[in-house]
């Protein structure tokens, strides 16, 4: 599976992005998938995932109520819907597809990993 992250860009404060992470080669309708980010000098960070089917969604905590994550197989893809963004939501965002149908807040969970996409929120 490759996949590749689209939608960062520059946003103020308080503002909204909706992040897309589509696969190609093949679908990952039947894969967990996770969006994680980094920002400079830091570890990457668990964001959000979402299991096969859409059922199960885990969130990080400190993007909870603020960040949505969902999934269209039909498109092959997975969205990560930000609002109320913060000057720490800064980073560039990962997303990445498992294997197994389920998701997981860690990093060793997934086997496939996008480019990266920035996302940077000014104060």
């Known amino acids: 599976v490759q996949l590749q992250a689209y939608g960062g860009g520059l946003v103020q404060a308080g503002g909204s992005l909706r992040l897309s992470c589509v696969a190609s080669r093949r679908t990952f309708s039947n894969n967990g998938v996770g969006w994680f980010r980094q920002a400079p000098g830091k570890e990457r960070e668990f964001v959000a995932a979402i299991s096969w089917n859409g059922g199960s969604t885990i969130y990080g905590d400190s993007v909870k109520g603020r960040f949505t994550i969902s999934r269209d197989n039909a498109k092959n893809t997975v969205y990560l819907r930000m609002n109320s963004l913060k000057p720490e939501d800064t980073a560039v965002y990962y997303c990445?597809?498992?294997?197994?149908?389920?998701?997981?807040?860690?990093?060793?969970?997934?086997?496939?990993w996008g480019q990266g996409t920035l996302v940077t929120v000014s104060s």
């Open positions: 990445a597809a498992a294997r197994s149908s389920y998701s997981s807040t860690l990093n060793s969970h997934y086997n496939y």
